[in-house]
């Protein structure tokens, strides 16, 4: 089965929110009560009951020039994932697809994949004691059809298809581009199932880390110490700290994976 | 209850208003016919049948009736609008769905799935009027003295030599006998200007009926003298007043709507997932002026015009820049026009009211806008008239 992603071109996009309606009438969540707070973005953040949001944000160029930037924000489905690490009840697994789904019947509400997620796209909900996130549509991916913000996405700045297939539009899309374009996604956690071309600079966008980390006590307990408990060498234990302090914590962009590999030894 | 229902009842009762307490010319209503399903004993419609009201819309020969050599009987509908009479003789809602529902049955429901145009006309499922005709003026896609279409690919009609076949023709007899296509228009031909335009054809800049400038910099005429108003000496109210360059209103305002609502909104403020991600009405204000006014983000704000105000939450945005005007500056702010008291948290809900399951915020921005029409459309200017914004006094 070859691995699906999704790609989001954020330079297509209009903000008009179709995905985020769509992925509430599929996924059939609830709207709440909101409140205008002064900006277009609602609600203000992903929750048990919106799996994706467009955010909104405004930059300006110094000289009068202004940019009114919108960025679909959802689960990245990472294939390196830290929340599956985390998850102890294997609630959170991944398919065959390569994207990262959620057996809700699996999870005890520990929380740990909402600190993990170095996106903050885990949400936890207090009334089932669950969390909650987008699971790529896995109903219909798994049906031969694509998910429902791609569905609803008017301007074509969703799209999905075979991870080949799709890196390849993104390439060309960011080159096409050109200036500040680039693809996002691709260079960590071994590659995420959602992908952007961004127009802008990657660190300019809320919420959206330049170089995602994974906090180190993920990497520290299901990297290292879980399969070094194992083998209890103390020796080897100590040369993986070593290798930390030296090295640092995971850096996701590009040779971190390295350090989880040399930890896990 | 459906909407017929409703009309329906409504009608009894004030049929017996007018029976028990009279009034002028109480015939129009106490004689009326109202025969629009099967009878109770009483004489009343039991259940409105829709079928009734659209074979009434339709027409009827009120009459036997001679046209062209064929009888038509009393009761029989008329078949199209050709034969619709003015001697009283037959009836008809609108002529333009005479043929609607004939004797063969409710065209309307018809599904018939064939495509003998090839360009995809389907005229045997369902209707449309007039007289089943898809693409009206037809007439204007063949070569009027010959007849041949201009697309010979894809012909909508066409003269076979000695009739026209394809859709329903629309303004031509045969070829070369100079009806022209468009014959609901005076001259018979497609144009941009023409009789029945009070405005036009070129472009031309005005200010607005309520305009931040004394003089129109462009031309000696200030705004449109063909404009549609009620706003003259001694006619209107107070919704009418106007505001025109007026240190009370100094700031330019705009309507606009946002891709989550419809309109006013009525329909889409009850959909909770649309509520939920645009809940408010709100005013989108230029840092600048923002600064100016001592106005946060985010903060509720008064939007005044001469004939009103309304509620709204702040956007403060560079988005929205000052206009330099003649060497002036002047602000403009932003509106949206979906929202209303209906679906609002404060209104009183009796018993019985349905309840949004999201509440809105605001006013309908109709509260502040003026009441001016377009000359060719009567489209209202909305989208430029002078206003102030002020913070609310807590
Ligand atoms: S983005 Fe967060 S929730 Fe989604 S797969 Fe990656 S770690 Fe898991
Ligand atoms: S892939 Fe499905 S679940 Fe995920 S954001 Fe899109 S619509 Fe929602
Ligand atoms: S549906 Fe497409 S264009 Fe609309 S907000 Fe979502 S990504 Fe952007």
Redesign the pocket.
Not at chain 1, 12 to 20: F, I, V, Y
Not at chain 1, 152 to 155: D, H, L, S, W
């Given at each position: 089965m070859s691995e699906k992603i999704k790609l989001?071109d954020l330079s297509?996009?209009?903000?008009?929110?179709?995905?985020?309606l769509a992925c509430k009438q599929w996924n059939q969540l609830p709207a709440k009560q909101t409140v205008n707070t002064g900006t277009y973005q609602n609600p203000p953040d992903l929750q048990p009951n919106t799996w994706n949001i467009?955010r909104f944000q405004e930059i300006s160029d110094g000289n009068g020039g202004v940019d009114w930037l919108?960025r679909?924000d959802a689960c990245m489905h990472c294939t390196d994932a830290a929340c599956v690490k985390v998850c102890p009840s294997g609630a959170l697994h991944y398919t065959k697809y390569g994207t990262v789904a959620l057996d809700s019947g699996k999870c005890i509400g520990c929380k740990e994949c909402v600190f993990a997620c170095p996106f903050e796209v885990p949400k936890y909900d207090p009334e089932t004691d669950k969390i909650l996130k987008c699971d790529m549509c896995y109903s219909r991916i798994d049906n031969d059809m694509e998910p429902a913000?791609v569905k609803?996405?008017?301007?074509g700045?969703?799209m999905f298809g075979d991870k080949t297939e799709i890196l390849k539009v993104a390439y060309e899309r960011a080159r096409e581009l050109g200036g500040d374009a680039s693809v996002y996604g691709d260079k960590f956690v071994d590659g995420t199932h959602m992908v952007y071309v961004l127009p802008e600079k990657a660190g300019i966008y809320d919420k959206l880390p330049e170089k995602p980390r994974v906090p180190l006590s993920v990497i520290a307990w299901k990297d290292w110490l879980k399969p070094l408990s194992l083998l209890a060498a103390g020796g080897v234990i100590a040369g993986s700290f070593l290798h930390y302090i030296t090295h640092g914590p995971k850096d996701t962009s590009g040779d971190g994976d390295q350090v989880s590999k040399e930890g896990g030894e | 209850m459906p909407d017929g229902e409703i009309i329906s009842d409504l009608f009894y009762r004030i049929k017996e208003l007018y029976e028990e307490e009279g009034g002028p010319l109480k015939e129009a209503v106490t004689e009326m016919t109202w025969d629009y399903g099967p009878k109770d004993v009483d004489g009343k419609v039991r259940h409105l049948d829709a079928h009734y009201i659209a074979r009434e819309i339709n027409g009827y020969f009120l009459e036997d009736k001679e046209i062209k050599g064929k009888l038509y009987k009393k009761g029989t509908l008329v078949p199209s609008f050709a034969y619709l009479q003015d001697d009283g003789s037959t009836s008809s809602g609108n002529w333009l769905y005479c043929n609607s529902y004939t004797e063969k049955g409710n065209m309307a429901a018809r599904r018939g799935g064939k495509d003998s145009s090839g360009i995809g006309l389907y005229s045997e499922w369902a209707w449309c009027w007039p007289v089943n005709r898809r693409i009206i003026y037809n007439g204007a896609s063949v070569d009027p003295e010959t007849g041949r279409p201009w697309d010979e690919k894809h012909p909508v009609i066409f003269w076979n030599g000695s009739k026209w076949v394809g859709d329903v023709p629309d303004g031509v007899a045969a070829p070369g006998s100079g009806r022209p296509p468009f014959i609901m228009k005076s001259h018979g031909v497609g144009s941009i200007f023409g009789p029945g335009l009070a405005d036009g054809p070129f472009s031309e800049h005005y200010e607005p009926l309520e305009c931040p400038v004394e003089k129109n910099i462009m031309s000696p005429q200030l705004v449109n003298p063909t404009i549609k108003r009620w706003d003259k000496e001694g006619t209107g109210t107070s919704v009418d007043a106007r505001a025109t360059c007026d240190p009370r209103f100094p700031i330019i305002c705009s309507t606009y709507r946002v891709s989550e609502h419809w309109q006013t909104g009525l329909m889409t403020r009850w959909c909770p997932w649309l509520a939920e991600m645009q809940p408010s009405m709100f005013v989108e204000i230029g840092v600048e002026l923002a600064k100016n006014k001592g106005i946060k983000n985010g903060e509720i704000v008064i939007v005044k015009s001469v004939r009103g105000q309304v509620d709204a939450v702040a956007i403060v945005t560079n988005r929205w820049k000052p206009f330099n005007i003649n060497g002036n500056t002047v602000h403009e702010v932003g509106i949206p026009w979906h929202y209303g008291w209906v679906t609002t948290k404060m209104r009183e809900y009796v018993h019985g009211d349905k309840k949004p399951e999201v509440f809105t915020f605001g006013d309908s921005a109709n509260i502040v806008t003026p009441f001016i029409g377009d000359p060719n459309t009567m489209i209202p200017e909305s989208k430029a008239f002078m206003v102030n914004v002020e913070r609310r006094e807590v």
């Open positions: 989001c297509k996009c209009t903000g008009c929110r179709g995905c985020q467009i919108f679909h913000c609803a996405c008017p301007t700045a969703l | -």
